[in-house]
């Protein structure tokens, strides 16, 4: 489990703010407006925790490592993930040039943006749901040993880069107030 367990945990941050912007989503659909105040910080976690810091590790440490292990890119699951990170820059790429004119009213943008929020939504929990129960329980299975401490040192350094730091705890931070503010605790 050390070989994925704190992408996994990152996986539970990212499905809940899934969960808030499926929330807003249907808020703007309900009320025909979805403003830039409600719609930038998702695109701001999704860029920043989702795809600069997970995908990062991910593809950066953790697929290469099982790359060299035998597990393959072309046909195989590593390129199917790789296909499905690049699908989801491209919904939330769209999202973000719609919020303008969202704002101001357009109603095509908007109607744009819960399309493409709503094709994020589903790409992204199946995308999870696959790497939990499949890759990654592979990845639990084969690296082991010097290869497993190799991977965690390449975590850590990757997780030490300023740049990452300063984007983790401030889309952390984000996560937080956005969960609290859409999935408030049941009284
Ligand atoms: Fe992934
Ligand atoms: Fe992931």
Redesign the pocket.
């Known amino acids: 489990m050390e070989t994925t367990n704190r992408?996994r945990q990152e996986?539970q941050v990212i499905l809940r703010v899934l969960d808030c912007f499926e929330i807003a989503l249907a808020n703007s659909r309900e009320s025909g407006r979805a403003s830039a105040e409600l719609l930038e910080p998702f695109v701001e976690f999704f860029r920043g925790f989702a795809d600069k810091c997970?995908h990062c590790k991910?593809e950066q440490r953790l697929f290469p490592q099982l790359e060299s292990q035998g597990i393959s890119r072309e046909g195989g699951p590593i390129g199917c993930m790789l296909r499905e990170h690049e699908m989801g820059r491209v919904h939330v790429q769209k999202i973000s040039d719609a919020i303008e004119a969202a704002d101001s009213g357009d109603e095509n943008a908007m109607l744009r943006i819960l399309y493409e929020g709503e094709a994020f939504i589903e790409l992204l929990r199946n995308h999870?749901a696959k790497?939990d129960g499949v890759l990654f329980e592979m990845a639990d299975q084969i690296v082991q040993g010097a290869d497993l401490t190799q991977l965690t040192r390449g975590y850590s350094e990757v997780e030490s880069e300023p740049v990452y730091a300063d984007i983790y705890s401030r889309c952390s931070a984000l996560a937080d107030r956005l969960i609290k503010m859409y999935l408030p605790p049941k009284a």
Do not use: S
Request: hydrophobic share 35%.
């Open positions: 992408l996986h997970h991910e999870i790497e």
